[in-house]
């Protein structure tokens, strides 16, 4: 299925309680530690997140011929239902007051926008989200470019979602100037010296569109599968492959998540490399024998996590031993350092 013309956009991620380090922590000499970017956010609905102690770290804004809000869980690398709409989009990632823990975060972020006028129209919590994982790491990558634009691309790894730490909110706001379309998505770091990470996309004036893909040829429908200890791409996979170079020819704003997996033989760390290594694979066919330009590309490697068919069958692991396909958001434009 696609996730529009323009970006993937998503919603209101809220995860399990822990509280995070203050952020004088993030300030010591250790490379590896995300420290915030404040950047001034020119949009007047949203100053009150200022006020309350929210540190704009990314803002972005443009129209965009279609936006596709999640209305169900994560899936098999898609949401099981989407909301299509389009109109001005606005993208802003925040870094949340660093002594806040996620769960007074998300109780003030609903609160707020209650009061807003915005009406809740779909909510996933934690496992109810489906995938979170897979979900949290489409969805946050706005808050990982602003970091990394700051700190080099190896601040990415320790950007990567708690286990639970996504709870998900689509909301609508009605007006006599049109509609409002809100996500917010909230997530919880593996590395708790990290703020909670808040994502805030709206679409202003929105109007539902109808999707116009082809059958059989959404991004999520492509799946490049593995031999066992493999990650040479065979020839099984030109169409996999000539179906994302397809999807990437009509939607040439958008960029993608090359995601690995293996299946549950071996070790955990073996795993997780050859994940990556077949998410590499993929993408060098893509850019070598597709011509898809290299900044389209992002590879991430999931090891044995998201399995999609029963491991302890050889026709489960086989299903598992694969690369996916996600749409990530247009870069947004991380404040200067």
Known sequence: MSFGKSKLTYVLAIASTVSVAPQASLAAAEPDRAEPVGISVPDADMAWLTELGYEAISYDTYDAARVEFPAGPWGIGQPSEVQSVEGEQTVIAYAAPPAAGIASVARQLDTRLSALGYRLDYRCDGASCGDNYDFAY????????????????????ILVASEDGLHYRLLKKT???GGDM????????????????????????????ASDEPAGASLAQQVVHFVSASAEVDEQADAALSGVA???????????????????QGDERGNQVLSEQRAASVENMLKHTYAIAPDRLDTHGNGASSPIGDNAMESGRAQNRRVEFHELD????????
């Not at 990558?141 to 601040?155: K, M, N």
């Not at 917010?184 to 708790?192: E, F, G, I, S, W």
């Not at 247009?330 to 350092?337: D, L």
């Open 138 to 157: 489409v969805t946050s990558r706005p808050l990982r470019d602003a970091y990394a634009h700051r700190q080099g691309p190896s601040i990415d790894r």
């Open 330 to 337: 247009i870069q947004s434009h991380p404040g200067s350092m």
């Open 175 to 177: 007006g006599e100037s």
């Open 246 to 264: 397809a999807w990437m020819k009509r939607h040439p704003r958008a960029r993608i998540a090359i995601v690995g997996y293996s299946d549950a």
């Open 182 to 209: 809100l996500s917010v998505t909230l997530t919880d770091h593996a590395d708790r010296h990290v703020p909670v990470g808040v994502v805030l996309r709206i679409t202003r004036k929105y109007r539902e569109v």
